[in-house]
């Protein structure tokens, strides 16, 4: 018992354990730091249990108990419990629609007791990323099949949509980072591009006029079709990729993108897609508010962005050096809503600067560089695609709460990772760090 006991501490990787420890600290003291003061007794509060900051260190105790059991835990058991795990997350998904507890519109938690709750879209990126890679590992994998990636692209946007049905966008966004370890494994670079070009067109569409926009990709095409001309005439199929190409185009910007703005979104996450690239949205033309004031409901139409501008203020005031600890106006002030969540980065800017935020995003980088290179040393299939799902799913995370709360990126809902409060979200967290560490303490094995 020793002897395992002792190969499983030479193993792990203790540099990713200490910055999980010091990023998760940060996370307790920028919730104190929002939470705290002037004239209350801290050290009271914090032993009591009932601030926030005191339940997060109980989450982050269990959370330590969670994580020790995982690394005395045998490699083999997450491959062999990869499939049934996925199987009990989506299942847990549906029945928060029957059971769920509805916390600020979003029908996405379990209560537990006690005043705590349970997401399961949280825990199912967990679960996820493990069915991933058992379906990557299979023996005779060819991912370059068509139908091996359509399978693996619904292994992921299975519990997207659940995710989406019960009104959180932005974990159902999330699950897009799963294609990051599908192209390290030969998801073409088409399908990037093409979504990268979605996207790209999605934001031209609301920045530019429509008609100026059509006529911009009427010209792009006909271009291609002068500087391809000599090719066309050897192959007409080219034409026809060009002209449906183009077509496409116009269809999306002109009848796609007006359709799920005014009848898929809700009137308040059209509001602040458009704040974010400096556009009103007129919610008399949303489905969703329509109905609304059918109810009885009064509309609101002023641009959902108060969130943003006090954010921007809270992290500006920090200056370069920034205003010190406990001494932010903004974030004792309680100016910032959600600060203690998704908005929890503003109190790190605003009390150490432009200093201390590149410091805590160098922290950050060097993770998700340790998670990489530990990746490109598995010798499983299994462990490499999980490793680079927990990388992406860290990256988009981070990128999307930082871009979040700057005003570079819509207002979606998505924790800071070890930062953020939440028990669901550290748990998350947590366990995906420490499920890779263990199967990097086992990297000589091949598991499938």
Request: glycine content about 8%; proline content about 2%; hydrophobic content about 50%.
């Amino acid at each position: 018992m020793s002897t395992r006991n002792n190969s499983v501490s030479r193993g792990v990787d203790w540099t990713i354990v200490a910055l999980y420890a010091i990023l998760v600290s940060i996370g307790i003291l920028c919730i104190f730091m929002v939470e705290y003061r002037t004239g209350t007794n801290w050290l009271q509060l914090f032993m009591g249990g009932k601030t926030n900051y005191s339940k997060q260190l109980i989450f982050a105790g269990a959370c330590t108990l969670i994580a020790t059991f995982i690394l005395l835990a045998d490699s083999k058991l997450f491959t062999a419990l990869a499939n049934l795990a996925y199987a009990f997350g989506i299942l847990l998904m549906i029945a928060t629609f029957v059971i769920g507890k509805d916390i600020k519109g979003s029908r996405s938690w379990i209560a537990l007791g006690g005043g705590f709750n349970l997401q399961p879209a949280e825990l199912c990126k967990i679960f996820a990323a493990l069915a991933l890679a058992k379906y990557l590992s299979m023996q005779n994998m060819d991912f370059t099949k068509k139908r091996s990636q359509l399978i693996a692209v619904g292994i992921i946007l299975l519990p997207a949509v659940l995710a989406r049905l019960q009104h959180e966008t932005g974990l159902a966004l999330v699950y897009l980072s799963f294609f990051i370890a599908m192209y390290r494994e030969g998801l073409p670079a088409e399908i990037l591009v093409i979504g990268i070009s979605f996207g790209a067109l999605v934001v031209a569409t609301l920045i530019v006029d429509p008609n100026i926009l059509a006529i911009v990709l009427t010209a792009i095409a006909a271009i291609l079709i002068y500087i391809l001309r000599r090719q066309i005439k050897r192959n007409s199929k080219l034409l026809m990729v060009i002209v449906a190409t183009w077509a496409i185009c116009v269809g999306i910007q002109r009848f796609a993108v007006p359709y799920i703005f005014n009848n898929v979104f809700e009137c308040y996450q059209s509001q602040r897609i458009y704040s974010a690239v400096g556009k009103d949205y007129d919610c008399s033309q949303n489905k969703h508010n329509k109905s609304e004031i059918a109810a009885g409901a009064k509309a609101s139409f002023k641009p959902d962005d108060y969130n943003v501008r006090q954010s921007k203020i809270a992290i500006g005031s920090g200056g370069f050096r920034g205003r010190g600890f406990l001494k932010g106006t903004q974030t004792r002030g309680k100016y910032v809503p959600e600060q203690h969540t998704d908005f929890i980065f503003t109190s790190l800017g605003e009390a150490f600067g432009f200093v201390g935020c590149a410091i805590f995003l160098m922290i950050y980088l060097f993770l998700l560089i340790r998670i990489v290179n530990m990746a490109e040393r598995q010798r499983s299939t299994f462990s490499r695609v999980y490793a680079y799902s927990v990388a992406s799913i860290l990256f988009f995370h981070i990128t999307v709460n930082v871009c979040m709360t700057i005003g570079l990126f819509p207002i979606i809902g998505i924790a800071l990772p070890l930062i953020s409060y939440g028990g669901s979200s550290l748990l998350t967290f947590t366990v995906l760090i420490f499920i890779l560490l263990r199967l990097d303490a086992d990297r000589q094995m091949v598991l499938r």
